[in-house]
């Protein structure tokens, strides 16, 4: 694991700061000197011991950020839940082998380089689009995509580490080419419900099985939209009836909107589910997250392509069919909002993990109102080091602080970030507060023209090339959604401390890195100072006494 503990930076320093006293006061021992001298050289001591403890009070206040899984290249498609004990659970795939895997930590940050990792399913190439959740017995649930066979399948785990090499795994959706931008969640009889994209037809389906694997071969799998071009990026909630509510993009080449279902059953099966378009302003709808909020009300997350921004709706209804929705564009500092994962705060504020394709970082925002339209969003990148921040999923834990797994494109890692307080900043520093733009309420008219023109289908990221081999009928690959960034950053020529990379366990942004070059240089400014204050006190003092 690629990750340095605040603990070593103490004792590192410690042991530093060990060798300075100890030098001062063996120099006051050796010398007649005055008491006035001896205790100054003690109190300069005292005050290296106090910024010590400060220093270390601020490392200990760090966020952690660990690779606890680097062979090969993996971590793309993740998905991540906490179990009872607040330690992540995620699932993603290992492009080098082609397989599912899925990742068990034992402690909330995955810090112990002894986390579970497992491949419960190798069969072929599998794994992309991951989606994952925990049942009552806190043993993973995931559906993915079947790339070789291109369909759906579902793993149910029979233990919390999917570790027994016999886990339920079931293709419940074989027809045509299927299994394409995948969310989970379980009913409240723990059996999968699961919205994705038909590819063949370009239709959004829903499948809610009537078991708890998905293994009866009878579950109910709908179309319950088939209007144009659909089904991209799925975001499903369940709301209080357990019926389905489905936020996802309508790449249809004369609409590119985000739009929003909630179904009037819970299998979606009555071809009478409210469908609605609550943004079309451009093209908008892109790598969309949803939650509800304490009524039931859709909040999701999604990027704005037109404008390289991401965007907040809130809908003042269960259904989005208003017409005057809160839409707001919170982020819109260079080209950012795609791969975001949305969870809401115990006060129902949206916390929004994202990519920010013109740093190559990690960004997260934490609203301060339901509505993310004060234009003073706490707007932090926690993770800079490189590449970093694609295929991301947010929770929350116990304390409302962000868990984030995501891809990181530098090394080829899993990473894993678990903030130390709600806003992911360093603490005491100042809360970032960019320039928002709020969207006006949405209007029927599109007033952008979109700037591409997507062939539906698979989609190939940007870096990843995803060229499965397609059942017939032979199907052409869709142009990427995600826009070109610029080259990216050249990696860092310097190596941190201790011959460590640039995964550290440090805050980004704020002041007072706890590894930072800059604290070093204060530490080496102040072991200069006691040498020269001892040198002072000797010739000062000592001499004068001999």
């Known amino acids: 694991m690629k990750t340095v503990s605040s603990f070593r930076h103490f004792l590192l320093r410690g042991s530093a700061l060990d060798l300075m ?5 063996g120099a006051a021992r050796g010398f007649p000197m005055r008491r006035t001298a001896f205790l100054r050289l003690l109190g300069l001591a005292t005050a290296l011991v106090l910024s010590a403890l400060l220093m270390s009070k601020d490392v200990a206040a760090a966020n952690s950020i660990t690779s606890p899984d ?64 925990l049942d009552a017995s806190g043993n993973p ?25 016999n886990e339920s795994i079931t293709s419940p959706d074989t027809a045509d080419d299927v299994g394409l931008y995948i969310s989970l969640a379980l009913d409240g009889s723990g059996n999968p419900v699961v919205s994705y994209r038909d590819y063949t037809n370009y239709v959004l389906k829903v499948m809610h099985c009537n078991d708890a694997n998905c293994a ?20 499903l909630a369940l709301d209080g009836s357990g019926n389905p509510v489905v936020s996802y993009f309508d790449i249809t080449s004369t609409n590119y909107d985000l739009k929003v279902m909630h179904c009037n059953d819970a299998n979606c099966s009555g071809d009478d589910e409210s469908i609605t378009s609550p943004d079309t302003v451009g093209d908008v709808g892109h790598w969309t ?14 990027y704005d392509q037109t404008n390289g921004d991401l965007k907040v709706m809130h809908c003042n209804d269960a259904n989005c069919a208003g017409g005057n929705e809160s839409i707001t564009s919170p982020d819109t500092a260079g080209d950012v909002g795609v791969y975001t994962s949305l969870a ?3 006060s129902g504020n949206p916390v929004v993990s994202y990519f920010d394709i013109t740093n190559y970082d990690l960004k997260v925002m934490h609203c301060n109102d339901a509505n993310c339209s004060g234009d003073d969003e706490s707007i932090t990148s926690p993770d800079t080091a490189g590449d970093v921040g694609e295929y991301n999923s947010l929770a929350l834990d116990g304390s409302g602080n962000p868990v984030v797994s ?9 990473k894993v ?32 023209t979109p700037t591409i023109t997507p062939t539906p289908g698979l989609e190939t990221h940007k870096r990843t090339t995803l060229t499965p081999t397609p059942k017939p009928p032979t199907a052409t690959p869709e142009v990427p959604t995600v826009p070109p960034p610029p080259p990216p950053p050249p990696p860092p020529t310097a190596t941190p401390f201790g011959g460590v990379g640039p995964e550290i366990t440090a805050p980004a942004t704020g002041s007072g890195s706890p590894v930072g070059g800059f604290t070093w240089a204060i530490w080496l400014a102040a072991g200069i100072a006691g040498a020269a204050a001892a040198g002072g006190f000797y010739f000062r003092y000592a001499k004068k006494a001999r």
């Open 406 to 414: 995501y891809y990181d494109a530098t090394n080829l890692d899993l």
């Open 70 to 133: 680097t062979p090969g290249d993996v971590g793309l498609h993740t998905s991540l839940a906490l179990d009872g004990s607040g330690n992540p659970v995620v699932s993603y795939y290992d492009q080098t082998n082609g397989d599912l895997k899925v990742m068990h930590c034992n402690d909330a940050n995955c810090s112990g380089d002894d986390e579970s990792i497992t491949s419960p399913d190798t069969v072929g190439d599998v794994g992309h689009w991951t989606s994952l959740a």
């Open 216 to 235: 009866g071969g009878n579950e109910s799998i709908t179309s319950p939209d088939t209007a144009g071009h659909v089904g991209v990026y799925t975001s």
């Open 141 to 165: 649930v995931v559906s993915y995509q079947d790339v070789t066979n291109r369909d759906l399948k579902v793993m149910h785990c029979n233990d919390a580490n999917c570790a027994g090499g």
């Open 344 to 346: 809401l705060d115990g």
């Open 289 to 302: 997250s949803l939650a509800l909020d304490a009524s039931g009300n859709p909040v999701v997350s999604y």
């Open 21 to 25: 006293i100890a030098g001062l006061i």
């Open 417 to 448: 970030l678990h903030c130390d307080n709600s806003n992911c900043g360093a603490v005491g520093a100042p809360t970032a507060t960019p320039t928002a733009t709020p969207t006006p309420t949405n209007t029927p008219t599109i007033t952008n």
